[in-house]
């Protein structure tokens, strides 16, 4: 028997035609309710082992010796593998830098760090064996942030390097350095009436996705592996993984299993290389499935972040200068830190006009777990720091907070930090005014008509902790400014292949890409653009893999402009083919085949003016058009690495917060009442999932504003790595989230669409905690934000 | 490991006297956790689950004997008026599907701080039901507790019932947890009123490494309501009264720092807790209540 | 050891479980019941709820050896149990061979849902899917047990589960749609 639960392509038909602007259902969303959907963890295989990974238990420690014998000894052990057993030279991978060992090799960097891996008959066997595995560790001493990290005896994590930034950093333990300087910030402080400064932190938030690490590598006679794998970008991962194993490209097939969520902890490789490399060892299909305690350990997560800003204003409520300095923690392997700093130097201005500003931003190499890609990277930490900056200048100034970013507010045709034009509209302000507009919630909820109290209303919920005692309302607003798709020069294109034929006399599209669903419901949106541009009612969405081109990442919020471009752009030249075909076989029986715009429309080939010219089915007949094409955004350029110019995102996404939290102010417990979000999608290819997603965005945000952090001790181990004490907002933390989607098209993008997914996770976080200012007065210049910032202990 | 599996409580004591390392499990809500993660690996389980009389309870004159298994979900929909005290507690555990297999036994055989059924135990008065082959011993709930997740009970015990003394008055029960719900508390806090005696008793959770009841805040509060005369009065209680009743609660406590929250944290919510169940205990016994709803 | 259960109906046997495996890990690897989810195997999340004799529970922290000759019912039987439930009329149960050699297959009209199944996919309640079933089997238990439940009681009822894409707010839409069109048919 072989793999079971293996992707198959799904069919969506009769019961659901929408184009796109419309509302239709998600392929895999029977399958997803019935539990018959295939997660990576599901994924089975006769004479399937488990494979386990050993983990380092420090954070910065050599190895001194390694013994796997009474290991390999125990029964139901097939293998254990070290460093020295990989099989080639080739023995680092990473996304933009090859720093991160397959196994560690005489030292380890960080805490969870994996050592040595086991395949057995049983999980339990496994463990079991893990834990008979000898390393002896000589504890050194740990790198934490910029101090240790940059003192003159600095112990350096990487040595010796070589990438593409070792150039040009002030330290080895800088992964990478993004000046951006524009116009004069010290001539216009001086024109400031007045000068606010602050320091703000932002903790090491975890993306959390419900579906753990997971996948099953089965050896394949060729000596190749079949990979089933749940991940953001099928050939990233590919690119890594075949020269470890000493493989070409085309023996690692792999093919996308069902998803659990992203959220960016996917981007880096966690346990491909080690389900493979363990499943040719032993010639046998291994599955590895992280538990949630090493998920923590099996991804990166958010930078924290240390922020220092200055702004200055006149006493008219202009902003005159800006200069900052963002420090972003990059743990111990690079990760995507260097994208991370470009992000977070050239949005650090937020969505305001800013002509002079001076900005500094960094990321670290340290001991601490590393860091990389979640959901708004980089301008996720900015924001929570210029947003709190503007409501500090607005009290300074007299104004009312909203007004005053108003005032200050970008709109297309605004210059960027960069140098960099905003070409399409930036409606910032009047996403401001909408989020404002909105109704606002009742007050005092937690009163039942009867005289009681419903605690599940107040801060605390179901703890009971007050009855109303201490309860302040406070309303805070936020909007910020992220990037959409792949910066900085990158060669961010996707790849579609679209066939068209017909089968039992009807027209179906079959759209086959490498685009990781995880969750976005791109799935959903490729189906109604093959609906759209092919006039066809059956679409079947084949399921993603490594034998059709690139899509790129499911991340920057790009995947329905770039992969939704590329199966638009394919599906224009299935269409040309078509119309080809049309007029080599009936072009004769209809002027119009020569001199109208055609078009393919509910399974015919019409003319602009509605007239049928002939049915799909008559037109292709037997022949199946089969095309695959590459589609690429406009080009970016590098930032300057001296002054940050460049022309270097390809589109910019707004949404503005208003936050209602109730605060039990004795207790410093939060109650977020309601959090409104106004944003701007250009175009909704699927208007109940970008809901869906700007409800889910904002909700993250309010995690990382009043609970979420992975805490690091002093010898920079995790010291919460577990859903019991890493906390994520449950159904009764998230309140009634309202959302006003406005549609200004970008005359540059597929159907005139903007990313989505991240702008409503960035300023979600600072509406939260100004809210949580205004009903307490205090200062708050971290999040999470704990009881313990609340009540001065 | 070994997996057995009793029919009969008589079964059960046997094979726990045959097998004094057998760990018992019943909601599997700690023990699952802690084989689940590789914390533990016991050479025994023993499953109560088929044992009934684990999951039975007696309303009696005196006191409550609850099964040792009875889930949270029945203390909740059962028992709100005799153990008010714990039923709130008992809503605030885990999640609903915990509170569906979790029960007080499991959070007495765990000896965690944090149990969430400790204070409204303490509070309210209770004896632990220890049986063994070689007999029954009540055991009062104060000094059930010996150590961080240790307890009294010999090897060859298991934990039947708990006895607990019906509420005589007003109880009342709060945790402060970082979440809204399903979270472990960073400090918790009973409070009983024992009208028919005008004493008052008191349980402190997750801010010592037992639970423990606030004695000299106790003593206090008790001697301060019979000398002001308030039991008979109709009077609020004073807020310098509340007020040192809340400081000596916090006093009473020796709370450490850790990744839930800080000691200083945990010792001025307990204040602020203290303060607030005395106003709504008090409040219910002079008759104006304003209490939760039980939805 | 043997263990020997009722799953959605049909009596089911697994060999040399290890007695220190979870009912989760049971239907997941053993018997070919992968819908019930493995996010955090500490009672954290809900992903796994099932109905153990009816009640709602977290999979993994229910010992193997505790479902002895008891009754479970998974997200893959819900419909069958809902229908049941409605109509009185006995599913067909999942065969533990078909399910282990189980492929997906092409969702279409034929595949019937519980009212609540379909307004999770009607609601957008859905998007990576991992916490559904968990979701599912808690919210089918509140509308057993309240066919009208406020969104306090939804909220509170499903405060168990965690999901991480949608912010909850469509799930809240799916349990109050199946509670309307529930309620419209009765």
Partial sequence: MGVTRTPTPTTQGSETTGGIGESTLRPDGVLKTTGEFAYASDLWHEDMLWGHTLRSPHAHAEIVSLDVSRALAQPGVYAVLTYDDLPTDVRHYGLEIQDTPVLAHGRVRHHGEPVALVAADHPETARRAAAKIRVEYRQLPVVVDEATATAPDAPLIHEGRTDHHSGHVPHPNVVHRQPIVRGDADAAARRADVIVTGDYEVGMQDQAFLGPESGLAVPAEDGGVDLYIATQWLHADLRQIAPVLGLPEEKVRMTLSGVGGAFGGREDLSMQIHACLLALRTGKPVKMVYNRFESFFGHVHRHPATLHYEHGATRDGKITHMRCRIVLDGGAYASSSPAVVGNASSLSAGPYVIDDVDIEALALYTNNPPCGAMRGFGAVQACFAYEAQMDKLAAALGMDPVEFRRLNAMSQGAVMPTGQVVDSPAPVAELLRRVKAMPMPPEREWESAGGGVDVRALPGGLSNTTHGEGVVRGVGYAVGIKNVGFSEGFDDYSTARVRLEVIAGEPVATVHTAMAEVGQGGVTVHAQIARTELGVTQVTIDPADTRVGSAGSTSASRQTYVTGGAVRHTCQAVRERVLELGRAKLGTHHPAWATAELLLESGKVVTDDGEVLAGLAEVLGDEAIDIEREWRHRPTEPFDLRTGQGRGHVQYSFAAHRAVVDVDTELGLVKVVELACAQDVGKALNPLSVVGQIQGGTTQGLGLAVMEEILVSDRATVRNPSFTDYLIPTILDTPPIPVDVLELADDHAPYGLRGVGEAPTLSSTPAVVAAIRAATGLALRRVPVRPENLTGT | MDFLRPATWEEALAAKAEHPTAVPIAGGTDVMVEINFDHRRPDVLLDLNRVVDLYEWEVGEETVRLGAAVPYTRVIEALGRELPGLALAARTVGSPQIRNRGSVGGNLGAASPAGDSHPPLLAAGAEVEAVSVRGTRLIPVEEFYTGVKRNALAPDELIRAVHIAKADGPQQFSKVGTRNAMVIAVCAFGLALHPATRTVRTGIGSAAPTPVRAGTAEEFLTAALEEEGLWDSGRTVPPSVARQFADLVAACASPIDDVRGSAAYRRHALRVMARRTLGWTWDEYLGNERSARCA | ?186
């Fill in chain 3, 1 to 186: 050891m043997r263990v020997t259960f009722t799953v959605n109906g049909r009596r089911q046997e697994a060999d040399d479980v290890w007695e220190g495996e979870s009912l989760l890990y049971v239907l997941r690897e053993r018997m070919g019941l992968p819908g019930s989810k493995n996010a955090c195997e500490q009672g954290e999340c809900g992903s796994c709820t099932v109905r153990l004799d009816g009640v709602p529970v977290c999979a993994c922290l229910v010992a193997a050896g505790q479902v002895q000759d008891r009754e479970v019912v998974t997200v893959e039987g819900l419909a069958d149990f809902a229908k049941e439930r409605d109509t009185g009329a006995a599913g067909p149960g999942t065969d533990p061979g078909a399910a282990q050699r189980w492929q997906p297959r092409p969702a279409g009209p034929a595949t019937e849902l519980s009212p609540v199944q379909q307004a999770f996919v009607d609601a957008g309640a859905v998007q990576c899917g991992f916490c559904t079933p968990g979701l599912l089997v808690a919210a089918d238990e509140l509308l057993e047990r309240n066919a009208q439940p406020t969104d306090a009681d939804i909220r509170e009822a499903l405060s168990g589960n965690l999901c991480r894409c949608t912010g909850y707010e469509k799930i809240l839409d799916a349990v109050r749609l199946a509670a309307a069109r529930t309620g419209t048919e009765a």
